[in-house]
């Protein structure tokens, strides 16, 4: 039996049986229990591979593939939970980008900058530029899946531009450095490969970065930078 023949036996018995010792006892015959008169001595007899009738499988493999596929099986639904995009109908363009998006940005594969130019509940025009993966940390995200909030720009995000009153904010995060003193335009300068991401719609946006305009019926405009680091860890 070569060694991808082995693992699919380990699996099969390992999902068949909660315990090691249930599995023993499947190899256990009538018989052998009538001349043995001693399951303790029979299920050792089986795990040496001296009885049986079927495969031998030791005990430490048993149990460290138990504890493999039950870390798995946790992991699985940890990050299903931490998905708060999961299982929503989401209909307009904006939202699914966001959930597209979501597990790549809690991960780190992924870091998104996004523009949102639109009018707030007092009726002011704002713009800003949000990092999406600090936002997903910072808040719940279920209120922008389910359509109970709009997500906006804010006074604390990366950029944040009020053009009603002429406010203007600038805020690094964990993620990015903002340089608003290019006389080009704004910069914002990734942390951990201290790439630059330009979000001069006549520029290039940068080494690994793209430039998404997004066609939404929530907002006036939208634009989502993906920056994917390159930086060995």
Known sequence: MDQDEASTTVDNIVTQFN????????????LDLYYLEDEGLARQLVELGYRGTGEVVRREDFEARKAAIEIARLAERTQKKTL???GKDLHDNFLKALAVR???NR???VSSVIFIRDRNSHGQEVS???DYAHRLKTEDFEVYFSGKKRLLP???DMSFYNWDSHI??????????VIADNPEGLLFK???DRKILNVDPKAQPGDNSTRSPILTELYTQVVIFDHISRRKT
């Open 19 to 30: 315990t090691y010792e249930d599995f023993l006892d499947s190899q256990i015959t009538t």
């Open 84 to 86: 708060t995009s999961a």
């Open 102 to 104: 979501e597990e790549d």
């Open 107 to 109: 991960s780190g594969k």
């Open 128 to 130: 800003g530029y949000i």
């Open 154 to 156: 804010r006074p604390t």
């Open 168 to 177: 203007a904010v600038w805020n690094s995060t964990p993620n990015y450095q």
């Open 190 to 192: 990734y942390k951990r």
